[in-house]
């Protein structure tokens, strides 16, 4: 559904269908120096081998800085870091990219709680979901494959909540040790 005065996607399709090469290219360079946002996705979707890593590190980055940010503090705004996952997988559709990036934000959120203290419920729920969604992830045919890759810092993270109230701890635990019986044999 578009808004009241958009033009909507059928529109701009149509308008794209006219350029040539040169136009396109430029309206993509355009949107690439418009923002970092864009930036980061053409660099994530148009990676040469060997280009990934850096940029699955720019949407790692973005993550980590929600928790931590590098310019002292701000109230804790979880969206942005979600969003940073949903855009590598946008991009990239690469799976393992966005189990990577879906545990960081775990790890970090963990790691957040333990150097300020209990944050609240929805704190805790926001990360309890994407480690569920990274859970359902690892348990189709092609997560399983990655579990070993990841196996590591998920038995680290259960360490690391294990004690954390809420309810937070004990459902990353229970989560964790769900997974590894049914793929930590592999």
Partial sequence: MTKKGSLGWSHIKKRLESFDRLGLIDLVKDLYEY?????????????????????????????????????????????????????????????????????TYVET????TNQFGDIDEPFYSSLESVLDDLARRLKTSEGAEMYPRFRERLLKLARRAGHIGWGYGDDVTSTVEELEAILGQR
């Fill in 109 to 112: 959120g963990t790691d957040f």
């Fill in 35 to 103: 923002s970092p946002e864009n930036r980061a996705f053409l660099n994530a979707r148009f990676a040469d081998s060997g280009q990934e890593q850096a940029a699955l590190e720019e949407y790692r980055r973005r993550i980590i800085e929600v928790f931590f940010p590098t310019r002292g503090f701000s109230n804790l705004k979880l969206g942005p870091a979600r969003k940073a996952i949903r855009d590598d997988h946008k991009a990239t559709s690469d799976l393992a990219g966005t189990l990577d990036l879906m545990l």
